[in-house]
């Protein structure tokens, strides 16, 4: 089945305690990206990658990192996590890039850092 | 990036089409049209595109007028699990960047 998978799927962690959350594709995508949700500011865009060693900032990428060594994983790191990170995280992944092509989301990641 | 405009939110009931309009006034001669639909808790889920005049899927209808400002989302014959956030989106194929979703339309279906 083609799918986008995360984990953990909840965490609940510190101020300052170094997390990773995992996002993987089966499709063959090359286009993936992390998205954040808040209540009233819909969804956001942290960072993307185009292709394997290729990634870059969305519009709130403060706080967090990525790597994209393989074409499937795209993990996504809060090196030093805080309350303003408290929100539900997406990964999402399509063929290509490109503002409106199909993208296929995975079923998040809701976090909680106190 | 062209901004789009719908409304917070729609009321209806089952078994009644539902039409959602998004206004995207500046939109661009290589911009497309997209709708997701999200549920609570899950990520988007991709409905439709579309370029211009009507495209149809087994899902829903995408009506887009000759001059591109405007789109309507119809959703035939709606049930109880229809209920959920719809965004329009507006944008090139081409590029790097990814989506930049608004607030949506909450549509609620009552039985």
């Known amino acids: 089945e083609a799918q986008v998978t995360q984990n953990p799927r909840y965490l609940i962690t510190v101020t300052g305690k170094k997390l990773t959350v995992t996002c993987s594709q089966n499709?063959?995508?090359?286009?993936m990206s992390w998205y954040r949700q808040d209540p009233g500011l819909g969804l956001r865009q942290i960072y993307y990658?185009?292709?394997?060693?290729?990634?870059d900032k969305g519009d709130v990428p403060e706080g967090y990192k990525v790597s994209r060594k393989e074409k499937r994983n795209f993990p996504l790191i809060l090196e030093s996590p805080s309350p303003n990170q408290t929100s539900l995280y997406f990964c999402?992944?399509?063929?290509?890039?490109?503002?409106?092509?199909?993208?296929?989301f995975g079923p998040g990641t809701r976090l909680t850092v106190l | 990036l062209a901004k789009t405009t719908q409304p917070i939110s729609m009321d209806s009931y089952e078994g009644q089409e539902v039409n959602i309009t998004c206004s995207h006034n500046?939109?661009?001669?290589?911009?497309?049209i997209t709708w997701y639909q999200q549920f609570p808790s899950q990520g988007p889920r991709f409905i439709i595109q579309g370029y211009k005049t009507k495209v149809t899927n087994e899902v829903a209808s995408l009506f887009i007028p000759a001059d591109r400002k405007s789109s309507t989302l119809s959703l035939p014959r709606v049930s109880l699990s229809d209920t959920a956030v719809y965004y329009c989106?507006?944008?090139?194929?081409?590029?790097?960047?990814?989506?930049?979703f608004g607030k949506g339309t909450h549509l609620i279906i009552q039985p």
């Open positions: 989106l507006v944008g090139d194929k081409r590029g790097a960047d990814g989506l930049t």
């Open positions: 499709m063959n995508h090359e286009y």
């Open positions: 999402a992944s399509s063929a290509q890039g490109g503002r409106v092509n199909e993208q296929f």
């Open positions: 500046n939109i661009a001669t290589n911009d497309y």
């Open positions: 990658s185009m292709n394997v060693e290729v990634t």
